[in-house]
């Protein structure tokens, strides 16, 4: 039996990074809001310190309905099937995947806003890569700029300014585009390790900065400082001092009674009207259908479920699937996720057992367009970042840089027990563009246990961005060989596999020829629908998603506030 429900003022589908925020400022604006979400609420207590549990089982995403609709991936639309994950990174609970991200809290900069323009104004429209579908954005990083500082202060983001008003601040990055203010907390502090490669980028010339954090490294808001034990590179934090949107803007949300939070509601459709407006979502929850009615929706299930919800929900007006007339749904997808990373061997230990992710150095100075690509064979750069944490089970898979055979023998394990504080691996974020054939598509052959089909990734990093990869090795070689490394081990280039910085599928731009939400969010063809996540962003930058997307989805929610009667007259 189906359960029609009271209709409500706006439905958000999934309350993770990006709904967990969108919900604050629309239940502010006095709107009734429901949130429904596929998982359940988590408490402190389910945040163990366990490597096993957190990093290799993948507790509790494993057992959540992200694992039962894993994407299918192949290079190219005549390759073969890669080998499919059997653990989604991906978390089904309120708050989503911000209960156990590494909270790295990046802004873009303002090149990644207007990739095509600034790279035909300084080396010639020639430079964009053959095959790219890049655009410039249809806002600024002025534009984004207020949403970004509501961000951080909402949901709570520590770190230090480079540039407040055109004032540049050496103590920050000096590349970053112009903010009104300081963080609302100091940056989380450094380590010996990390003080020792910020000396050594100095001494090349290069800036070194420290990495924003959204996790309070003072009390703040009722959540606690950080500890800096690190159990949170993979698990929730048991203190709250990470500020995962189900400890941070949800509650209050939730406060104003505005916000209904209903759980294990797996939203299977978003239903038309017979205007060709959107008239609510179907759910399924305990064994029940539900029909909720709704004036607005904001899709929120990041990029993979978003594709698959607007894919499967066809209608008579749309019968390639939801704001699907363009064939824009699916298209302009990217990851750079990459994986060439370096690791290095020091000859001393470098302390690395204690810390988290969030707590490290980054440089910019090979990032976007922050050095002249004139005889380079690549537009876009790399974000270098190194951080302090290691877990037990981490420190004995690693390589030894030719020195001994791998995981075997009496020398290996002399070489793992003199090493295992020795080690360090960069994390290396790169440009990524979007490219015609990187698409998402349904799968043919592949369903979820209702039968319906998951996302097929047909996707794979192309010329600029293999470019770029290698460069960024080589700088991030040149940086911990200043710092002392010994030894040095670059990782090969991956491919563009499911993943959790996952971009595009319903990118926003102002054409709806090639986007499928305008530059407030919404869709082109239904005017009172709207996408938030990484899934609207047309560039990647360098640098982690989140806050992009977070403030991203505030903007979308407070536009839906201050035009509602536009919107859903
Ligand atoms: C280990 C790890 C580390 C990361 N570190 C960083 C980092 O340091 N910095 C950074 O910027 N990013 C990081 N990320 C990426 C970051 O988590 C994502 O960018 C972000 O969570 C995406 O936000 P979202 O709201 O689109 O998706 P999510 O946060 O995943 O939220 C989607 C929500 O939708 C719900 N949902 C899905 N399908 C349905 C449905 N059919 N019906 C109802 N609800 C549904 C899900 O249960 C979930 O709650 C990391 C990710 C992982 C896994
Ligand atoms: S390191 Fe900080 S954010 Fe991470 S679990 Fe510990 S207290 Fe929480």
């Known amino acids: 039996m189906t359960v029609r429900l009271k209709p409500t003022d706006v439905v958000i589908v999934g309350l993770g990074a ?234 209050k949300a939730l406060a104003t009674k ?105 440089v910019d100075n090979w990032a976007d367009d922050n050095f002249d690509h004139a005889g380079r064979d690549f537009i876009g750069g790399t974000n270098m970042y190194v951080y302090s944490n290691r877990r037990p089970i981490a420190a004995a898979s690693m390589g030894t840089f030719g020195k001994t055979a791998r995981n075997w023998g009496s020398d290996w394990k002399k070489f793992v027990s003199t090493n295992a504080d020795r080690t360090n691996t960069a994390y290396l974020q790169k440009t990524t563009l979007p490219y015609d054939q990187n698409v998402l598509d349904l799968d043919p052959v592949v369903k979820d246990p209702l039968g319906q089909p998951v996302i097929r990734i047909t996707a794979d990093y192309q010329d600029n961005e293999k470019r770029i990869g290698a460069f960024a090795q080589d700088k991030m070689i040149e940086w911990f060989k200043a710092a002392g490394a010994i030894a040095m081990d670059k990782s090969p280039v991956g491919t563009m596999g499911p993943t959790t910085h996952a971009y595009g599928g319903a990118r926003m731009g102002d054409n709806p020829e090639t986007n499928v939400v305008d530059r407030w969010g919404f869709c082109h063809e239904v005017h009172n629908l709207a996408i938030v996540g990484g899934s609207v962003m047309g560039t990647s930058g360098s640098r982690n998603p989140t806050l992009t997307a977070q403030a991203l989805a505030w903007r979308t929610a407070q536009h839906l506030a201050e035009n509602w009667k536009s919107r859903t007259a």
């Open 18 to 251: 990006a709904g967990g925020v969108a919900a604050l400022p629309l239940a502010r604006a006095g709107l009734d809001v429901i949130g429904l979400e596929a998982g359940e609420w988590l408490t402190p207590a389910d945040f163990a310190p366990d490597e096993i549990r957190n990093n290799y089982r993948g507790w509790p995403q494993s057992v959540q309905k992200a694992n039962q609709e894993v994407p299918t991936h192949r290079r190219n639309a005549s390759a073969p099937y890669s080998p499919r994950p059997t653990v989604a990174p991906m978390m089904n609970a309120v708050g989503g995947t911000s209960v156990h991200y590494w909270a790295q809290s990046w802004r873009l900069n303002p090149w990644d806003f207007k990739v095509v323009s600034e790279t035909t104004r300084r080396y010639g429209a020639g430079r964009i890569p053959t095959g790219s579908t890049v655009e410039d954005w249809p806002l600024t990083l002025e534009e984004l700029e207020p949403y970004y500082d509501k961000v951080e202060y909402e949901v709570g983001v520590s770190g230090k300014a480079g540039n407040i008003g055109g004032r540049i601040d050496p103590a920050g990055n000096i590349f970053e585009g112009p903010r009104a203010r300081e963080y609302p907390m100091p940056a989380l502090h450094g380590t010996e390790f990390t003080q020792m490669m910020a000396d050594a980028a100095k001494g090349l010339g290069l800036h070194a900065f420290p990495g924003p954090a959204a996790i309070n490294s003072v009390a703040r808001e009722g959540r606690a400082g950080c500890m800096y034990h690190g159990w949170c590179d993979r698990g929730g934090c048991h203190v709250s001092a990470k500020s995962s949107t189900n400890v941070s803007t949800i509650p």
């Open 258 to 362: 505005r916000l209904r939070v209903t759980t294990g509601a797996n939203v299977i459709s978003i239903d038309v009207g017979k205007d060709g407006r959107v008239a609510g979502v179907t759910y399924l929850k305990g064994g029940e259908t539900y029909v909720q009615p709704a004036a607005a929706v904001i899709l929120a299930s990041y990029v993979y479920e978003n594709v698959r919800l607007l894919l499967l929900s066809k209608s008579r007006q749309f019968p390639k699937g939801l704001a699907n007339n363009h064939g824009q749904v699916g298209r302009h997808y990217m990851s750079h996720a990459q994986f060439d990373g370096v690791t290095a061997l020091f000859p001393e230990d470098i302390n690395n057992w204690y810390g988290l992710p969030a707590q490290g150095v980054g």
